[in-house]
């Protein structure tokens, strides 16, 4: 008879490397550096009333929401004349005005948009006359209501 020897060696493998690549160090370094993580003893009451301050002092956000002026003025100017504004502010100029809606016989309305300062102006008659009096102004986001003279 013959005897069947059984093999008892076992394959083994290799262990993982016992130094990590300089890479993954790297890596692990900076994400440690933007992330400070503080132990339970280093948080006191001062230093939470601290970082409340700082949250509290932070600048809030701006509207993002475009805020429109709109400028009416209540004059018959005659049939067949326009109305014309002149100005300072967003889509305003002293030097070329710009055409008002006629919305009645009597009533030219101009919608003005996206300023954060307020707008100085004036009325103008087929861009040629002038309005008499002082320039007029009018705050972002208003509404305003003005009866020129000529």
């Known amino acids: 008879m013959s005897a069947i020897k059984k093999s008892t060696s076992k394959a083994t ?9 300089a890479k993954s160090s790297a890596k692990k370094t900076a994400a440690a ?5 503080a132990t ?9 009333t601290k970082l409340v ?14 805020v429109t002026t709109t400028i009416t003025a209540v004059i018959d100017v005659g049939f ?6 002149r100005g300072e502010g967003p889509g305003l100029s002293w030097d070329k005005g710009v055409l008002m809606t006629c919305i009645a016989p009597n009533a030219w309305q101009i919608a003005l948009a996206d300023s ?5 102006f004036k009325f103008l008659v087929n861009d040629f006359t002038w309005s008499v009096g002082p320039d007029l102004t009018a705050e972002p ?8 003279e000529f």
């Open 80 to 85: 067949g004349n326009a109305l014309y504004l």
């Open 40 to 48: 339970p003893a280093e948080v006191t009451p001062a230093v939470v």
């Open 141 to 148: 986001g208003s509404d305003i209501t003005v009866t020129p």
């Open 33 to 37: 550096a933007r992330a400070p993580v």
């Open 53 to 66: 301050a700082a949250v509290a002092a932070a600048p809030k956000p701006v509207s993002a929401s475009p």
């Open 116 to 120: 954060t300062r307020p707008y100085t």
């Open 13 to 21: 493998k290799s262990p993982a490397p016992a130094t990590k690549t």
